[in-house]
């Protein structure tokens, strides 16, 4: 457990020194979302509809703006072989990497969600919904895109590559995550949603940082 | 003992190249074989369908074709578990080998859908639990292909298309339950293609001939292409000089 | 202490080298020659874990190494050829972080005191960005100091060191054999250590 808060703790201290990069994904958070109205008409109606579904899908694309600098700078100065090579668990370690690179990137847009769902005039119900979808729903593609992030280390054509890899991956979480917030505009239950998204973290949570570790021996051969 | 070491003789590349060329051509007549009867079947002897006409006879490829990207998609995890597990090359060579003819399928099941969708609803695609799940699982298989083909190292490229693989196998029922979550939820949808015609017993035996032969082919391609990468990945071996000159 | 049996190993499609073997006991160490690009460092990887061999087996004390990762892993420090520093993070907390991912908690002065050993001193808070070449290699070398290790695996360490800092390294090696430590060593340099085997790649 140990070993866990060391890096987390180390990932934090890095990215405090490097505030900009976090910033980057935010802002691009923002950028996105605010393109839609922009594309679509201010029409108030249509905009509550969409909210949701725009809010998930810029989420998703923000969290995989994140994914390549997960390990990419430890890999390219060679902390992350002398990682691998500690007598401390490595899976531990990751697990360390992969919980600061959500409260880096993920919290943040939980945070930030709720203020551009105004932008959307969704209901203080549903703005809610939105935060607590999120809330259960970052984690969950913060795990899934290390898995991609390890496979593609160091490969060509990584970043793009690791989207098509992820994307795919992250679609039952888009779909439970802005279906909640759907379900509660329907006025039916949102618990049922929240549950799925709630079980898919936990399976996540279970398998996600063994195969990330696992990918990224295999990276470093 | 016998059946198992024959096994593991086979499963060095040298000795499987020929076997392998001489189940090709087999598997390749059987699948001939059986799409000629299933198409023939689906495309003469069935009836025609009340509500849809002569349209529907799409369904007899865009079914089968569907289940067998599935299908594909779960023996190539297996395969690249076992080449994982074992350390076996010729287990990760199988998965590669299947995973262009999967993708295949995938898109002849979504090919065969729009037109199927077209004359019938006129419109071209149809956001369908079906289809939706096919479109994923094709860019599942577009991503293990894209993997593999980014990794210049063969070994590595094996277990990274590996894990991914099995990855994808795990998510696949999941992505398959969300999807037929969220087609129900958003029923305002107006048409879908997994309301087949109520099947008659001569559509079900088409439909299952034309199942059996997309194995068939499956198989006999996958063993062709599978030749291929063994003649790539080992051409430094004596064996392949000669098999080659 | 360390042996190795019938090593093969592959990069691609070259075979780098096979039936490699070598046998190593306290205060002996290994001097791993060849030119660039013959597969120096991926021996050493081999020998450390991080990349599998073809063929053959590395023992420590008579074990298979992927039969104990974590003992083996205690039980040695290996050093490559990247730096292994965070540009942003002065040597003082790169190296304390370093031994605290590794599993201890060495205290600060003797942090600093290795450092200074090394020659840096009045440069352990700065961010290490600064630091020439030469002086990243110190810091990495600093942990050979902190570590407590019985095998020294080290790629090429005189990389970008000055006559002083090779001097040093030689005798904090030669200190570690007499101690009954071993060592693996690439290097193009001819090193005046006794008791050297010899591998040619």
């Not at chain 1, 008409?41 to 969409?50: S, V």
């Not at chain 1, 909210?51 to 902390?79: C, E, I, N, Q, S």
């Not at chain 2, 009836?47 to 799409?58: K, S």
């Not at chain 3, 202490?1 to 290994?30: I, K, N, P, V, Y």
Request: one cysteine or more.
């Amino acid at each position: 457990m140990r070993t866990v808060l060391i890096a987390l703790r180390r990932d934090l201290l890095l990215a405090g020194r490097r505030r900009s990069e976090v910033l980057t994904a935010l802002l691009f958070f923002v950028v996105v979302v605010s393109l839609f109205p922009i594309g679509v008409g201010p029409e108030r109606a249509l905009l509550r509809r969409i909210g949701p579904g725009v809010l998930w899908v810029a989420a998703l694309l923000a969290t995989l703006l994140g994914l390549p600098r997960l390990f990419a700078a430890d890999h390219a100065d060679g902390t992350l072989e002398q990682m691998a090579l500690s007598p401390q668990p490595f899976a531990l370690q990751v697990m360390g990497k992969l919980a600061a690179h959500w409260l880096l990137c993920g919290l943040p847009l939980v945070v930030l969600a709720p203020v551009l769902g105004l932008l959307f005039g969704l209901s203080a119900d549903a703005l809610l919904v939105l935060t607590l979808s999120l809330l259960i729903g970052t984690p969950l593609l913060s795990l899934i895109g290390a898995i991609g992030a390890a496979l593609t280390l160091g490969v060509r054509g990584g970043g793009v590559l690791l989207s098509l890899l992820v994307l795919p991956l992250f679609i039952p979480a888009l779909v439970f995550g802005a279906g909640s917030v759907d379900a509660q505009a329907a006025g039916l239950g949102v618990q049922g949603h929240l549950s799925v998204l709630g079980a898919m973290l936990a399976l996540a949570a279970f398998f996600a940082p063994w195969a990330t570790t696992v990918s990224l021996r295999i990276a470093m051969e | 003992m016998t059946a198992s070491w024959r096994f593991f003789r086979f499963a060095s590349p040298a000795t499987f190249y020929p076997l392998a060329g001489r189940l090709q051509p087999l598997f390749m007549s059987l699948a001939v074989v059986l799409a000629a009867a299933g198409l023939w079947i689906g495309f003469m002897v069935a009836p025609t369908d009340a509500q849809q006409g002569e349209g529907y006879r799409i369904i007899f490829v865009h079914v089968p074709a569907s289940w067998m990207a599935m299908f594909i998609y779960c023996v190539m995890a297996l395969w690249a578990a076992a080449g994982l597990a074992f350390n076996a090359r010729l287990a990760s060579m199988m998965a590669s080998a299947l995973a262009p003819t999967g993708a295949l399928f995938a898109f002849l099941s979504l090919w065969t859908g729009a037109l199927w969708g077209q004359p019938m609803w006129g419109t071209w695609w149809v956001w369908d639990a079906r289809l939706t799940s096919t479109l994923i699982l094709l860019f599942l298989y577009v991503g293990f292909m894209a993997l593999q083909a980014a990794i210049d190292d063969p070994r590595r490229a094996d277990k990274a298309g590996a894990i991914l693989a099995l990855v994808g196998v795990v998510n696949v029922p999941i992505i398959y339950f969300s999807v037929q979550w969220w087609s129900t939820l958003h029923q305002g949808a107006s048409v879908s293609m997994t309301k087949a015609p109520s099947m008659a017993a001569t559509m079900l035996v088409a439909m299952l001939l034309m199942v059996l032969a997309f194995w068939m082919y499956s198989i006999a391609v996958a063993m062709a292409r599978v030749r291929n990468i063994i003649l790539e990945r080992e051409r430094q071996a004596e064996w392949v000089r000669h098999a080659v000159a | 202490m360390l042996t190795a049996t019938d090593l093969a190993c592959s990069r691609g499609e070259r075979q780098l080298f096979e039936r490699l073997c070598f046998a190593l006991e306290a205060g002996q160490w290994l001097h791993v020659k060849g030119e660039n690009g013959a597969g120096k460092t991926t021996l050493l990887r081999t020998v450390v874990g991080l990349s599998p061999a073809d063929r053959g087996q590395v023992r420590w004390r008579g074990a298979d190494i992927r039969d104990q990762p974590g003992d083996y892993r205690r039980a040695f420090v290996y050093l490559g050829h990247p730096a292994c520093l965070k540009d942003d993070l002065s040597p003082l907390e790169n190296l304390q972080l370093a031994l605290q991912l590794d599993g201890f908690e060495p205290r600060e002065e003797d942090v600093l005191q290795a450092l200074q050993r090394l020659g840096l001193h009045g440069r352990e808070d700065l961010p290490s960005r600064v630091l020439s070449a030469g002086q990243r290699r110190r810091v990495l070398l600093a942990r050979l100091l902190l570590r407590p290790a019985q095998l020294w695996i080290l790629d090429e360490p005189f990389n970008a060191l000055d006559a002083a800092a090779t001097e040093l390294l030689l005798s904090m090696v030669r200190h570690h054999l007499d101690a009954g430590g071993v060592a693996v060593l690439t290097s193009h340099q001819t090193m005046p250590l006794a008791q050297s085997r010899e591998v040619r790649l």
